[in-house]
């Protein structure tokens, strides 16, 4: 395991203002799912012996990126949520044709630097990946370079340091054994990504986490409130 935030995956430098450390971006989010939160409690629970080398994430933060939001216009303005709010009328519309998806989350894995659950299905996922970019470019945000295949995953635990020492290296490869174990029987779980969110992400490297202020719910197609469950 290594550690997750590096100075190459920080946004804002170490003196940088607050506000540098907060970036709009495109969420999937599960809390009104209960037996996906059950999910990453089991998840959690097999983390917290680790918790000197990994961090899990706590179950308000749990999420999946569909996109990240240049956190500037062309002209050099913070996108703020009032930036995002103006934005999520072509966002919607983006996605006024789109269905609800139903997913499979996991099984859960470690990878070099986070323990994480791949999300399924691609070719959908990747069909909304593309639907959300419309929509923003639409409405005139910045985007990232696009993907060429949207990878759909999970974070639950993002690595705090480097396994560098012995011990840590046994004890890394223990969890990525426990990790592969311990949610079975059910190795998946079923979800329904029926809304997306916009929101204010931010990074924070000192507890190691991401939390995110929510903005605006975007809905897929004509689903309504309390059919995402």
């Known amino acids: 395991m290594r ?8 946004w804002a430098g170490a003196n940088a203002p607050d506000e540098d450390r907060v970036t ?15 999910y990453f409690a089991r998840f959690r629970e097999t983390l917290a012996p680790y918790r000197d080398f990994i961090t899990p994430v706590a179950e308000p933060d749990l999420h ?19 930036c995002l709010l103006r934005a999520a009328p072509a966002v919607q519309e983006a996605l006024a044709a789109a269905a609800p998806i139903r997913i499979e989350i996991g099984p859960p894995r470690a990878s070099a630097s986070a323990a994480l659950a791949d999300v399924w299905p691609e070719d959908e996922l990747h ?4 639907s959300v970019r419309a929509g923003l470019e639409s409405a005139g945000l ?8 949207f990878w759909g995953h999970m974070t639950g635990g993002y690595g705090l340091k480097d396994t560098s020492t012995p011990d840590l290296a046994a004890r890394s490869d223990r969890l990525a054994s426990e990790l592969g174990r311990a949610l079975r029987p059910g190795a998946r779980v079923a979800a329904t990504v029926s809304s997306l969110w916009l929101v204010l992400e931010r990074q924070d490297p000192v507890a190691n986490t991401y939390t995110f202020d929510r903005v605006q719910e975007i809905h897929l197609g004509r689903t309504e409130p309390g059919q995402g469950s």
């Open 3 to 10: 550690q997750f935030l590096t100075p190459e995956r920080l």
């Open 127 to 130: 069909q909304l990946y593309r």
């Open 142 to 149: 910045a985007l990232p370079r696009p993907a060429d295949w």
């Open 64 to 82: 999946m990126t569909i996109q990240k939001i240049e956190p500037h216009d062309g002209d050099g303005r913070r996108i703020d949520a009032e």
């Open 24 to 38: 709009p971006h495109v969420l999937w989010l599960p809390h009104d799912q209960p037996h996906v939160l059950s």
